[in-house]
């Protein structure tokens, strides 16, 4: 595949990204090949000297939200982000958030297994993300030596024709993803109320979607009074501003994503529990200086 179809191909399959490469002409050769399993999207991309980057300019344009595993495969890539640099040799891999900038980066031919997925699938405190993005997962080493082949078993299922899509096939693929990045996040010297706090950010996070999530049912699943729970969340307006302005994040991303572009506003704002349209647009407007309708044109 030459490379301007490989660029296109590859943007459509994952997200928007701009990409260069230093190959002569005619002497690039990349290859994509994709599928699906439940929520996750998996591929193996292959091409030679090539640079990717993922600018605030292109997320402005289109944030649908994903995180994605990249398993180096052959030879080598680096994967920046947060200003940190993963090199990753073959059975090496690093997680990475399409909602931040990075870049990757390889100097010669490749090959990159990549596993994308929404970001509330990962099975670790939301805060935990932006310690671990970017850093060397060895697939030789912890838990990583439990997840690199799994996933390698995974990508010979996709080239083989393979295509499960049982939900606990699914479940098990996050959940050895999510062991391997807990493994590496930090867990030191944290306080009783930041333990709980994530706990609780978690909760809404998985939750967003109930109308009647609230205060006092976050405090039930922590096992605590709802007044320490607003204290916990007191420096980010309390409980309820939390929950609205992670609802309105989620309906700001999905407004611009042209995958829902069919999706109308009533049905958008009610998958993220805002039950009330009016209501939605007027929070929404108040948060973004822009009403829900003119936040989806500006991003068309």
């Given at each position: ?43 193996e991309v292959s091409g030679r000297c ?5 600018t605030r300019a292109v997320i402005r ?240």
């Amino acid at each position: 595949m030459q490379f301007d179809r490989w660029r296109e191909e590859v943007s459509a399959a994952f997200v928007p990204l701009d990409a260069s490469s230093s190959a002569s002409d005619g002497c690039f050769d990349g290859g994509l090949h994709s599928g699906s399993m439940g929520s996750l999207h998996i591929s193996e991309v292959s091409g030679r000297c090539v640079d990717v980057r993922r600018t605030r300019a292109v997320i402005r344009r289109s944030d649908p939200g994903l995180v994605k595993v990249g398993v180096q495969l052959r030879g080598r890539g680096v994967v920046v982000q947060r200003d940190r640099e993963a090199v990753l040799e073959p059975g090496d891999f690093a997680v990475y958030d399409t909602s931040e900038p990075y870049d990757l980066h390889f100097a010669s031919d490749f090959a990159m297994f990549v596993l994308m997925f929404p970001r509330e699938s990962l099975k670790i405190r939301p805060n935990d993300l932006s310690h671990v993005s970017a850093l060397r997962i060895k697939g030789d080493d912890g838990v990583g030596s439990l997840v690199s082949p799994f996933l390698a078993g995974l990508r010979k299922g996709l080239s083989d024709g393979f295509s499960p899509s049982t939900r606990l096939f699914e479940d098990a693929v996050l959940d050895l993803v999510s062991a391997a990045l807990d493994e590496r996040a930090p867990h030191e010297n944290q306080s009783p109320g930041a333990v709980i706090l994530a706990g609780a950010q978690s909760f809404i996070e998985a939750n967003l979607n109930d109308p009647g999530l609230n205060t006092a049912m976050v405090a039930a699943a922590q096992h605590i009074s709802p007044r320490y729970l607003q204290k916990l969340f007191e420096s980010d307006g309390g409980v309820a501003a939390w929950i609205r302005s992670r609802r309105l994040e989620c309906c700001r991303r999905d407004l611009e994503d042209p995958r829902h572009a069919r999706d109308s506003i009533g049905t958008i704002c009610a998958r993220h529990g805002l039950v009330d349209s009016a209501h939605f647009s007027r929070v929404f407007k108040e948060a973004y200086g822009m009403s829900p309708r003119q936040a989806r044109l500006a991003s068309l």
